[in-house]
């Protein structure tokens, strides 16, 4: 079975700074990794994914996410934080060759201050 | 680009009604998925077809039943609705290509569904 863990529930940075934000899982065979975001009263919308080969992604707003698979992490990060990107922050996986069943952590809430 | 459809956007019920979510997936994409998310909660996955068989199950209580037609939309269907089913349903859809399934399934904006 996959997880994923999600440390802290709720994250605050000023804007202009570094977001980082914490995701490892457990899995027993090759995972593929997500991030999602999720804005209030919204769907959930791919940041970025990690399936094979470059272990460093870039996703769509200026976020990035690194693959360490020594770590069994995959932490999402962005350089500089802006207002809009206040939300919460979902980290999923799913296995290799499965049904594309995503298990979701429990999410990480973004504040964004001034 | 088409995007997942999900209706109603908005539902509200009372208890021991029944209701039905549709989900339409993006045009050429085979398998669906349904995820329940609760308030304040992480999305849990309910239930998934591919090609209109049932193809994974999660934790979808035993009152609640879906399917996936032939024009591969597919409808979630809750019986005996509990005050506890209050949650954002999420439908998902996703594209089997090369001899295993996509990897990334696309969201719908959810169905959010109050019993009172």
Redesign the interface.
Known sequence: AQSVTQLGSHVSVSEGALVLLRCNYSSSVPPYLFWYVQYPNQGLQLLLKYTTGATLVKGINGFEAEFKKSETSFHLTKPSAHMSDAAEYFCAVTLTGGGNKLTFGTGTQLKVEL | AAGVIQSPRHLIKEKRETATLKCYPIPRHD?V?W?QQGPG?????LI?F?EKMQ??K?SIPDRFSAQQFSDYHSELNMSSLELGDSALY?C?S?LFVGG???????????T?LTVV
């Not at chain 2, 909660?41 to 996955?45: E, I, S, T």
């Not at chain 2, 295993?100 to 959810?110: K, V």
């Open positions: 398998t998925y995820y909660q992480d999305p849990q996955f998934s591919y193809s994974d999660g999420f998902a996703s295993h399934r996509g990897t990334e399934a696309f969201f719908g904006q959810g959010r």
